[in-house]
């Protein structure tokens, strides 16, 4: 490598590691706000949690210091386990769940932090057991319950 690519490389990387750690704040969880715990400023951009041996555990979206877009949370392996959604600190959306082996067992909607909209819950076969339904965190439709073999063994309306 050139002399003169060295001496523009080095300062360069070493200028970025310094940016890069001055702008790494910790973000803390204070009065229902995510904040920097140094200025106390609500914090806004995606915040990754780690646990003690500096696995992912979360991925959080947050927008002025509260929950907005989606939070993914991990296993310990590495694979996805819930994926939530949030608006204004808030659940809106889809939230969805998965086994360790990828198997998907639960998707539930929500609105403005109530129930809302269209409930699966499968087991960790994959087999729906549960189909139910809610409009403005009210049961509403037809529910229904599967055994382990999907078939129907249980219906109830709700008005």
């Known amino acids: 490598m050139p002399d ?3 001496k523009f490389l080095f300062p360069f990387f070493l200028f970025i590691l310094i940016t890069s750690s001055l ?9 229902g706000r995510y904040v920097l715990r140094e200025t106390g400023k609500p914090y806004t951009g995606i915040y990754r949690e780690n646990d003690p041996e500096n696995k992912l555990v979360s991925e959080i979206s947050i927008k002025n210091g509260l929950l907005d877009g989606n939070t993914i949370v991990y296993f310990p392996s590495g694979a996805k386990k819930e994926e939530r959604a949030y608006r204004e600190g808030k659940k809106h959306g889809t939230w969805t769940n998965w086994t360790e082996s990828g198997v998907k067992i639960a998707e539930a909607g929500f609105i403005d932090g109530k129930k809302d909209g269209a409930w699966f819950v499968w087991d960790d076969e994959g087999v729906k057991r549960y189909d139910m339904f809610y409009e403005n965190g009210q049961k509403k439709g037809t529910w229904i319950i599967y055994d382990a073999a999907g078939k129907e063994i249980s219906r109830e309306e709700f008005k």
């Open 4 to 6: 003169i690519m060295k």
């Open 23 to 31: 702008s790494a704040q910790e973000v803390i969880l204070k009065k």
